[in-house]
């Protein structure tokens, strides 16, 4: 019930401030309720939606920074991380070494980056971990239920549904997709086109296969909102992924618990 309020919210806040300013006035903009009302002389009313912003800003990355110290945590006991990641504090209980790297990682760049990338790359990352999350759920079999007796997942078969709506949205973006293989491309007319042939190669296999629609709404629909974000980010966003990559192969690959229980099998 509060994703759907959230939902409906953010839907309708959408739907009242591009009524108010044309949509394109919104590229590069990192906080579009303020700019909505400083362009129609409300500066006072955009300056307490501006504290509003970075007090919601800053509670995602408080959760984030609580969450990721017990994610290193649980990595460096399958042997993904070093052993000191896991050290839990005689006091507190928690996991200080990974607290205290997190904050340092955290708040030294936030110090030289500008609050649009921050917030962008917030997004991004929320949206790719959903990307994968969607995407590992068409990869169980049908008969798992991984969570427990009380959730399951509802199969509606997408053979039909996600051809149709693929076509839709060829026909919604068909001017954006000829402009973007005729004309000069831009990063993110590159990101688009890419989209549009994930979309199709989802597409076949939910025709062929008849896989589950929810996954694959929620996989393209956080690939749709990923593609949108500026180039900048991402390129930061691709930094940061191929360093974990790296380290991942030159040390967890070989440490890791899980890789060494599939070998022995």
């Known amino acids: 019930y509060t994703l759907i309020i959230c ?56 959760v984030f920074q609580i ?95 996600i051809p149709v709506l693929f076509t839709l949205f060829i026909y919604g973006f068909w001017n954006r997709l000829i402009s973007s293989l005729t004309n000069s491309i831009n990063e993110l007319e590159v990101l688009f086109i890419i989209f549009t042939i994930l979309a199709l190669i989802v597409t076949i296999f939910s025709f062929l296969r008849k896989l589950s629609l929810i996954p694959i709404l929620g996989m393209l629909c956080c690939a749709y909102l990923m593609i949108e974000i500026p180039t900048r980010s991402w390129i930061v966003f691709f930094g940061w992924m191929a360093f974990g990559l790296i380290f991942y192969f030159s040390y967890g690959y070989r440490k890791s618990k899980l890789n060494k229980k599939t070998k022995a099998f």
């Open 67 to 161: 969450g990721q110290p017990r994610i290193w945590m649980c990595m460096s006991r399958d042997g993904l991380l070093p052993k000191r990641f896991a050290k839990i504090h005689p006091r507190f209980q928690t996991p200080s070494f990974s607290t205290i790297v997190t904050g340092f990682i955290v708040a030294i760049p936030a110090m030289f980056i500008e609050a649009g990338i921050m917030t962008d790359l917030t997004s991004i990352g929320t949206l790719f971990a959903f990307t994968l999350v969607c995407g590992g759920v068409l990869l169980l079999p049908a008969s798992e239920n991984p969570v427990g007796k009380r959730f399951k997942l509802p199969y509606i078969n997408s053979q039909w549904i």
């Open 7 to 62: 939902t409906g919210i953010f839907v309708i806040v959408a739907l009242v401030i591009t009524g108010m300013v044309n949509y394109s006035e919104f590229n590069n903009v990192s906080d579009p309720l303020a700019y909505v009302f400083e362009k129609i002389n409300l500066s006072k009313v955009g300056f307490f939606i501006s504290v509003g912003a970075v007090v919601a800003a800053t509670s995602v990355l408080i």
